[in-house]
Structures are given as C-alpha cells and as structure tokens.
C-alpha cells in the first residue's frame, strides 16, 4: 500500500513539472514581470497621442494628424467629437510672457458658452511631455531638434471608437527656442508669443491645422512667420469649428 501511495504521489509531481514547463513554453509569465493591458483596470480605454507641429511660413507642408471639414470652410478637427470634457487648470512656465498667454487662453474661452479653462499656476517645472502624460496641461520653451518648427503641441485622449466617447484629456505646448520671441507689434523681427500660443491652444480645445490656402488669414492655418500677429484673435471658421465642439 506503501509504494502504491509513493507511486500517485510521483506521479502528481511530475504531472505539476509537466504543466509548469507548459505553461512557461506557452509565455505565461508566473510571479515575475507585469502584464499591461491594453486597458486600464477600469476598463476605460488607454490613452492615445496625437502631435501637432507648427512650422515657418515656407516649409514644405508636414503629413500632421486631423482632417478638415471639407471645401473651404477653413477649420477642421483634431477628431470628430474630441474636446476637453472638463474645465482644465493650465501650468505655465514662468519664462514664457504670462499676461500673453492668458490672452490667448481667454480668446478661446470667450467665444464659446462653455467654460474651457480654469486656473492658472506659474511653475518652473512645466515641460513638454511627449512620451507619457502627467495629468497637467503645460506650457514652456524647449528645443525641437527638426529645423522649421515654432512650436509643437502633443494631445493625449481618446481619438477613435464612438464619436460619443472620445475626448482630450490633457495637452502641452513647447514654444521652439530657435526663436526669438516676444511682442511682434512693437518688434516685427519676433515671433510673436500670444499669435503662436493662440494657434497651439487650438490643438488643445480639438482643432487641426488648416492648409488651404484661400484659409492664410485665420488662426488655425499651419504656417506662421516673423512679425505676424493675426492669429492672436479667432477668425470666423476658427469660432465656427469651436462652437461646433463647444457651443455657441
């Protein structure tokens, strides 16, 4: 009775190595390394990241992210349905010209019945960042290594599936510092920092660049230059794209 019992009780031994080594041939990983799921533990799904950059008047068009409405209606959509589903607080560099950038902050933020942006917050720690999203929308300088770019904008959210579900839930903005920057209307020989952070704030709200080139005057158009102040204000298509997001 003995060896019959030492018997099963081997067998069971090496039925457990058998499996074990199965398991481990089949890539399943026990007590060691992290599975990452493609999404999060409360199922809501991962992140995803667009960049948009802006470049100099007179560089060859870039293949950026976003669709326009068709014809010449001169605005278009980062995606269909994507926008800030919060009011967002903003971490602003303290290098960067603050009272400029809340102007152009504001000009999004009054044309539209809905309340996009809230705080503010002077931080010297403000980046770019690119890789991974830190849950704060942020502005700074910073140095892009592709030669004609002014500033770049990354969106992190949820840009496919149902129109109803996708959103942006955070963005950041680098002013390329390539540049000279400052204010263009009292020296035309900078690039203007209110005209570019309007233009890059667009991005933030949901709203691709534009390239027709009957759309050269509104705030969303692609190229920038020198001196140039136009896009500091929102133009008619740039109004009608955010309240088409946001309302009227």
Avoid at 26 to 55: C, T, W
Avoid at 158 to 174: A, L, T, V, W
């Amino acid at each position: 009775m003995l060896k019959i019992l030492t018997l099963n009780i081997m067998k069971k031994i090496f039925l457990l190595i058998a499996l074990l080594a199965v398991l481990a041939i089949g890539g399943i990983v026990m007590a060691q390394g992290v599975n990452v799921p493609d999404k999060a533990i409360d199922n809501s799904p991962a992140l995803e990241r667009v960049i948009f950059i802006h470049y100099k008047k007179d560089f060859t068009k870039p293949d950026n992210p976003g669709k326009t409405s068709g014809g010449t209606s001169c605005f278009g959509f980062l995606s269909k349905g994507a926008k800030l589903k919060a009011v967002e607080d903003l971490v602003i560099h303290p290098d960067l010209n603050l009272p400029a950038v809340l102007n152009s902050v504001q000009e999004w933020d009054a044309n539209t019945s809905t309340t996009l942006f809230g705080n503010y917050t002077v931080d010297a720690t403000a980046n770019w960042d690119s890789a991974t999203p830190d849950g704060r929308n942020e502005f700074s300088f910073g140095n892009y290594s592709q030669s004609g770019v002014i500033a770049v904008t990354v969106a992190w959210g949820n840009f496919s599936g149902p129109i109803s579900s996708r959103s942006i839930s955070e963005f950041d903005i680098m002013f390329n510092t390539d540049y000279s920057w400052g204010d263009a209307e009292t020296n035309p020989a900078l690039m203007d920092i209110q005209n570019i952070a309007t233009h890059e704030i667009g991005h933030g709200v949901g709203l691709a660049d534009i390239y027709q080139t009957a759309c050269f005057q509104v705030t969303m158009y692609g190229y920038s230059d020198y001196g140039e102040t136009d896009k500091r204000t929102l133009q008619a298509p740039d109004i009608k794209g955010l309240q088409a997001l946001y309302g009227n």
